[in-house]
T-cell receptor, first 111, second 114 residues
Framework: QKEVEQDPGPLSVPEGAIVSLNCTYSNSAFQYFMWYRQYSRKGPELLMYTYSSGNKEDGRFTAQVDKSSKYISLFIRDSQPSDSATYLCAMSLPGANNLFFGTGTRLTVIP | DTGVSQNPRHKITKRGQNVTFRCDPISEHNRLYWYRQTLGQGPEFLTYFQNEAQLEKSRLLSDRFSAERPKGSFSTLEIQRTEQGDSAMYLC????????????FGPGTRLTVT
């Protein structure tokens, strides 16, 4: 079992829809939770990070962490065609230097 | 802030050849990381530097792989005697201070071994 599980999709939504992207994890010691966006053949771009449980909002993006369920989510409001990309969740352990990534979910927003 | 840069962006090589990639981190970042990403997968950690010291290496980093970060600035990743299984995107990331969770990635070097 991988430490971080993410549905690879693909996910297609119409422009303006609310998108929900999710990851589950097995290691309860994970402390920081990140979301990256990766366009085709580009490097991952850090969207936001959350420490421990709770919500964090940044513009159209909201990240949620539920440590009791070992479940994290990224919501995108008013989705745009430019949001079409692969979204990667990542997590880190206390004192560790490497990130553990999910496989990524490919999102297409249809105009 | 010019971001993390990597060169070359693409490399095609024949099996058995050696290749070297370069990463220039964000200037004030003292931590530097190398990851490998294959198609349909998330990045996998290879190695980590704090300043010039290589402090951590993954089991994925076979003895054909070597990384350096002289003077704590840019870093190089060399793969000797390349194999077809080495074909992947090699990503470099950097972070500042103790914020290892806040890693910023470069555009990657796509390696194809024929």
């Amino acid at each position: 079992q991988k430490e971080v599980e993410q549905d690879p999709g693909p996910l297609s939504v119409p422009e303006g829809a609310i998108v929900s992207l999710n990851c589950t994890y097995s290691n309860s010691a994970f402390q920081y939770f990140m979301w990256y966006r990766q366009y085709s053949r580009k490097g991952p771009e850090l969207l936001m990070y959350t420490y421990s449980s709770g919500n964090k909002e940044d513009g159209r993006f909201t990240a949620q962490v539920d440590k009791s369920s070992k479940y994290i989510s990224l919501f995108i409001r008013d989705s745009q065609p430019s949001d079409s990309a692969t979204y990667l969740c990542a997590m880190s352990l206390p004192g560790a230097n490497n990130l553990f990534f999910g496989t990524g979910t490919r999102l297409t927003v249809i105009p | 802030d010019t971001g993390v840069s990597q060169n070359p962006r693409h490399k095609i090589t024949k099996r058995g050849q050696n290749v070297t990639f370069r990463c220039d981190p964000i200037s004030e970042h003292n931590r530097l990381y190398w990851y490998r990403q294959t198609l349909g997968q998330g990045p996998e950690f290879l190695t980590y530097f704090q300043n010039e010291a290589q402090l951590e290496k993954s089991r994925l980093l076979s003895d054909r792989f070597s990384a350096e970060r002289p003077k704590g600035s840019f870093s190089t990743l060399e793969i000797q005697r390349t194999e077809q299984g080495d074909s992947a995107m090699y990503l470099c990331a950097s972070s500042r201070g103790a914020a290892s969770y806040e890693q910023y990635f470069g555009p990657g070097t796509r390696l194809t071994v024929t």
